[in-house]
C-alpha cells in the first residue's frame, strides 16, 4: 500500500483563484488603510478561506461565515492555495514516472513570485 502525501506550493493572488479553490491568507498589501479593513472583516494572515464566488463580487467561505469584498480588496491578498495534487510518496524504481507526474501537475499550478525590491 502507498503512503499518500500531499504537496503545496502554489502562492496565489486571491483575483486569480476561482470558486471552490481553497487556501490560507499569506500575505495582505496595499495601504494601512486597505490592510486594516481586510483585518476588520476576519482577513489576516493564516485565515483559512474558501472562495465561493468571484464575480460580481468576492464571497469568501472563512470560520463559518461569509465575506463579501469588492475587486480592489481581493487584489491586495496573496493565498497559499491548499495542495493541486495529492501524488503518492514514490519508490525508487518509480521515480523517473513520478518526476514527470509532478512536473505535468505543477503546470497547471498558478506559481506567484512577489518581485524582490
Known amino acids: 500500500m502507498l503512503s499518500q502525501s500531499t504537496i503545496s506550493i502554489t502562492l496565489s ?8 479553490e481553497e487556501g490560507r491568507i499569506h500575505q495582505l498589501r496595499g495601504s494601512d488603510d486597505v490592510c486594516a479593513q481586510l483585518q476588520q472583516l476576519g482577513l489576516t494572515p493564516g485565515t483559512r478561506i474558501r472562495v465561493e464566488q468571484n464575480h460580481p463580487h468576492w464571497i469568501l ?6 465575506i463579501s469584498i469588492a475587486d480592489h480588496l481581493a487584489s491586495q491578498i ?16 518509480e521515480k523517473t514516472f513520478w518526476i514527470q507526474k509532478i512536473a505535468l501537475n505543477l503546470s497547471k499550478c498558478i506559481l506567484f513570485i512577489k518581485p524582490s525590491a
Not at 467561505?61 to 461569509?66: G, I, L, P, Q
Open 13 to 20: 493572488p486571491l483575483h486569480l483563484m476561482q470558486p471552490g
Open 61 to 66: 467561505a472563512s470560520h463559518s461565515r461569509s
Open 78 to 93: 496573496s493565498v497559499w492555495m491548499d495542495p493541486c495534487c495529492l501524488l503518492p510518496f514514490p519508490k525508487k524504481q
